[in-house]
Structure formats: C-alpha cells, structure tokens
C-alpha cells in the first residue's frame, strides 16, 4: 500500500511529522542558505581535514601520508617562527588596543552625547585593510612622511619603521590598532551603557574614589562584553594577513611572516595544498582552544549584575 | 537634615566632574585628531605634484596643486602626462574596479541577505525535523576561521568548476548565505509579534506571503543594518577576490590598490597616484558612513550583546 493512499488521520506520527506541508515549506525556505553551507563550509572544511593528511600539490592526485605533514610541521623551524611571530604580534595589539577602547569608551561615556561625534570613531573600521595598510605605509615612509618630518624637525634621524625587522611587526600593529580601537571602543562603549546609574551613585555615597568605583563597579559589569570584545579580537588578531599583503609581504627578513602568510606562501606559491591545508587545520586548533579558555578563565555569560 | 550632609558631597562631586570632563574632552578630542589625521595627509598627498613633493616632503599643505592626480588613476591622462606625473605611464582604470566591485558587492548584499532572511525565518518560526541540529551546525561554521574553508573552496571554484577569473567565483561562497546573517535575522524574528502572522494567515495568505508581505516590511531596520555590514565587509575583501579575480576584467577595488602599490615606476612607489586612488576607492565607504553611520554605531552595539 502505498502512503498516498493512506488517510491522513492514519499515517504514523514520524511521516506526518517529516512530510507535512510545513515541513516540506520549511526545506524550500533552507534549501537556497543549505545549498551555500554543504557547498562552502561543511564540505570544504572536511576536505580541508582530509587534504591535510595528504601530499597534494594540484599536480598528481592526492597520496594519504598520514601524518606525515604534521610532524613535517612542527620540524620546521619557520613554522615555529612564523606562530611565534603570531603571538607577538597579537601581545603587541590586544593589550594596547583593549586598555586604549576601555579608556576611549569611559571618557566618551562621560562627554560626548552625540552619536554623530561617536561615529567618527567607526570610519577607520569601515575602511579595507589594503586601504589603511597603503595609506599607513606611505605615512610611516621615513623620508617622505609627516612623522619622519617631526623627526627630522627635532633633528632626530626617523626611525625606519617598516623598513626594518624589529619594527615591522609594532609598526603592524601599530596601524591595526589606528583601525580598530575605535570599534571596541564603540562596544564597550555601550557595554557601559547598561551598568545602572544607582550603582555609581550607591558608591559615590559609601565615599568610594572614581578609581575605586572603576575597578569595583565598572570592569567587573563589563565582563560580557569585555570578553566578546577579547574573543574577537584576539581570533581577528591571529588572522592578519591583509594589511601585511600590502606593506611588508612578510618581511623584512621573515619579521612580519604571520602564520597567514606561512599558509599562504604555501599554498599559492609552492602549491603544496596537502600542507598549507594541515597548518590551517593547527590554526583552527589554537583558536578554539584559546576561546574556549577565554570563555571559562573569564566566566562570558556571568555578569555580577545578575 | 539630609540636605546638609549632601550639599559638599555634591558641590566636591562637580568640581571633581568638571576636571575629569576637561580630562575626558582631551583624551577623545585627541582621538578624534588621531583618527581624522592621516586622511587630511591622504588628501593633501592626492593634490601634490611628485616632483614638488619629493623636494618639499615636510609641508602639510599640498605642494604644486594639481587635480590631474585623479584623472590619471581613472585613465582620463594621456601616457606622456602620466608618467611626468611620476606614473608606470601603465593604463590604469579605476572606473574598471570600481564597477566591478559594485557588482561583487551588489550581488553578494542583496543574494545572501534575502537567501539568509529565508532560512532564518524558517529557523525562527517554522516546525519541521532536524531544525535544531541544522541551526547549531549554521553556528558551528561561525567558529571556521576562513582559512580552513579558503584553500578547499579555491580548489573548488577554480579547478573542479572552472569559475576562476568570472564574477561568479568571486561571489560564490557567500551569495546564498553567511552564518552570521542567518543568526543575527533569526534572532530578530524571534522576537517579532506572532499575532500579526496569525492575522495574515486567517486572510488566507501562505507561509511565503507571510515573509514576504508581513515579516519583511516589519524588519527593514535589522535588514537594512545587516545589508550594511555586509556591504562593508565584501566591498572591504581582499583575499578572496585577490586569488580567484586577478584578470583585470573581474578585479576589484582593493586587489587593484594591492596591486597598484606593488608596482614601483621610476624606482619608488607612484604615491600621489596611489593616494588619488586611495581616496577614490574611499568615496562608497565615506558615503555609508555619512548616511548610515548612526545605524552603523547602533548595530555594532547590538552585535555586541548576542
């Protein structure tokens, strides 16, 4: 018998559970996002997972070699250079760039009503990163720039900045914190926002110093959006690859090759797939377990409001 | 009696306020001077002559005034001016890019906003098995750094479809979708008053009548901020588009400016053209940022407290 010919009121709950007419009207409304997500992530990155296990290099067709690119990988002394490179770049940006939006944000709480004038501080956010990078190179250009200029007028010589290994990676970030400290600003911005206003006025009457009422009211009631404000940066931090694209190219001397642009200079220029695939898969390792760290050191979904 | 112990409590408050308004006022008007500076050294570079410029780096206004700047990046000079200019004297189009990034960008706004509305919807409101699973899948892929998913779907559009080098390729992997649009839309709906759908379906309209006709004209806000940020995000790409749309056919705006800066005519960078064509590639960007900046400030508020 065929289930056509069976009365609705008959049919088994699970069929008319998994072919009713919303059911079948839900799948219509997926199926264009579905076709997209099977297409270009779920599919992609369990082949990302298997390339990595392979020695493809978009010659010869793949050959399983275990894990053979992994024990490749952490032999190499320019992996370990280039994640070191990494994290110095990340300790120089997001310590510097969380103190800065913090202060940026109780200093626009207390002032600046509008939000036009607030604004101000999302236009280097909405730029490229190729943009800024461009324009941030020609004005750390030491002969030509305003900086080297001030330092010329101080008849100082001006540093070479990203002309040289040990300044190219604080010159990195020097202008990703010029592009983003404005937008963390914004969040913890209006993180401040929700604090109660009682809760100051409660420790202005216990006689408690604006210092005091920082430390013991306002950072412990920013916790959740200090640590969607750290969760991103420090995953966004890690991934720098465009303003290097259009500066240094990994240089001078390897100093600003970030783990990107290791991924990168294997993949697009030995095409060593199989490989670039197994340091992307490492990457993607460190990044979870660094959020999942974050999430449990700083306790993201309690707020000492509640 | 209260009234007396207050009143030197309050008037200590106010000059204590008064001094750290005055300190506040110069920590953001000095942010507001970083933030704004290095476009004034864009601008002022844009209307130099190079040869003026090279001999008079230190002035802060621009030296030989020229607009032909401009006309050289958008190919208007002929190759003779071009290379006085301190230009490759190359045929340079930024008409081109420009075109060829709004159609990236137009595509990829409206395609993954009206295909992400749909499957948000359905998650939001619709019954049907598997809804659950498939949503925390969605939000898995959120986690994905894009390098994983970036070198399988490099092999993909460009080797196993052969959509290298076509608009197509560029738009591929986020035409029908993004986690993020899913989720941000899905919890919008959410909270939309299901009333007003329950009205519409007793006037007999079906489920894509209700989305189209009652869902979407209710959520133009959420939509329009969400169209915004991916505005801003695929017109800001770079890696992506650099590997599959390097023929000047499909290239965009900020593969270009790479590729522009890459190149170094007469021994050094073309830095007045390069800043003409920074400034160019600006104007959308300024454009959103002049209409839409308050919407802008807004939503990155709320992206903050998902």
Redesign the interface.
Known sequence: MTPVAVPVAARPAWVRRWFSQETLVAWLFILPSLIGFVTFYAVPAVRGLYFSFTDWDMLKPPQFIGLDNYTQMFQDRQFWNSLGVTVYYVLLNIPAQTVLAILLAVMMDRVVKSTLLRSVFILPWLLPAVIVGTIWAWILNPALGPIGSIFRALSLTPPPFLGSPDQAMPSIALINIWQYTGNAALLVFAGLQTIPKEVYEAGAIDGASEGRLFWSITLPLLRPVLVFVLVTTIIGSFQVFDTIAVTTLGGPAGATRVIIWYIFEYAFNRFQMGYATAVAVVLFLILISITIIQMRVLKADTSDLA | MTTHTLAP?RSG?RR?LSA??L???L??GL??F???A?FW??VR?ALSTKKD??AN??S?LPVGFTWLNFGRVLGQVDTATAIALGGSGQKINFWLFARNSAIVTSVTVVGQTF??A??A???AR????L?DP?FN??LA?L??????????????IH?DLDWGNTFLGIV??????S?FA?FFLRQFFLGVNRELEEAAALDGA???GI?WRVILPISIPPIATLALLTF?GT?????WP??VGKDESVRV??VA??VF??QTPQGVPD?TG??AA?LI??IP?LG??LLF??R???S??F???K
């Open positions: 409590v408050q204590r750290g308004k300190a506040a006022w920590v953001v942010a507001i970083i933030t704004l290095p050294w864009v570079t410029l090279l780096p230190d802060i295909f992400s749909l499957a919807y359905a998650f619709l019954k049907f098995p809804r498939l899948l969605y892929a986690m994905i750094p894009g390098i994983v998913t970036l070198i399988p779907n490099y092999l993909l080797r591929a992997p986020t035409l029908l979708m986690p899913v079906g489920t894509f989305f801003v017109w800001n790409s770079y890696f650099s590997l705006l900020t400016l790479a800066k890459s830095w390069l800043m920074t590639s600006m960007t959103v940022f900046g308050r802008v400030v807004n990155i508020q992206t903050g407290f």
